[in-house]
């Protein structure tokens, strides 16, 4: 274990179980569809692809990137860092993020496809922090629910490190 990591809330076999689990309801519900999955950066990258690996519709891809966390504190404003590629119109389009915590920024993003006519939107999320949620949003397919706690690695960073690690770990409080 990483010596600033307190506990392994989900070890990499658990995110990998689950992560196969919802690429087959996903795929389920999608069959004979083609879908445009719309992968929040940088978090989600980790999470998108081993669920696209699984997936057994066909599917592109699109990136979009915004910012909303200073440190280990969400700032409640979210900004467009980087808009996607092709336009979403028309399109049947999963948004992927890692983790719901206030709801500020799948709000914004939801908010904003819509406006620009998908065929039909849908939002998966690896981990769903309920306690701190602000902005009530709807999440299709949920992973798992966690703790109140700040979390790292599977792609959630703290000031852009400990993405990489294989698990989810909790972040001990004095590297915070
Ligand atoms: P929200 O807008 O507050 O729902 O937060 C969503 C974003 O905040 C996520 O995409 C993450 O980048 C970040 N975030 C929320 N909770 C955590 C955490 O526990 N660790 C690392 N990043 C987090
Ligand atoms: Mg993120």
């Known amino acids: 274990m990483h010596k600033d990591i307190t506990d392994v809330l989900l070890t990499a076999p658990q995110i990998q179980e689950k992560v196969r689990e919802l690429a087959e309801k996903i795929s389920g519900d999608y069959a004979h569809t083609e879908l445009t999955i719309v992968a929040v950066l940088k978090g989600s990258i980790f999470f998108c692809t081993d669920l696209a690996r699984h997936l057994s519709v066909p599917c592109s891809f699109e990136f979009i990137s915004v910012s909303s966390y200073t440190g280990a504190a969400p700032s409640g404003v979210v900004r467009l860092l980087m808009d996607l590629k092709e336009s979403p119109e028309g399109k049947h389009v999963l948004l992927v993020e890692e983790i719901v915590d206030t709801g500020a920024t799948l709000h914004y993003l939801q908010k904003n496809l819509l406006t620009r006519k998908p065929a039909s939107l849908r939002t998966c999320v690896l981990l769903d922090k309920p306690a701190p949620r602000k902005v009530p949003v709807s999440v299709d397919y949920t992973g798992f629910t966690v ?25 001990r409080q004095s590297e915070i």
């Open 147 to 171: 703790p109140d706690k700040f979390l790292v690695g599977y792609g959630l960073d703290y000031n852009e490190a400990y993405r990489n690690l294989p698990y989810i770990g909790v972040l």
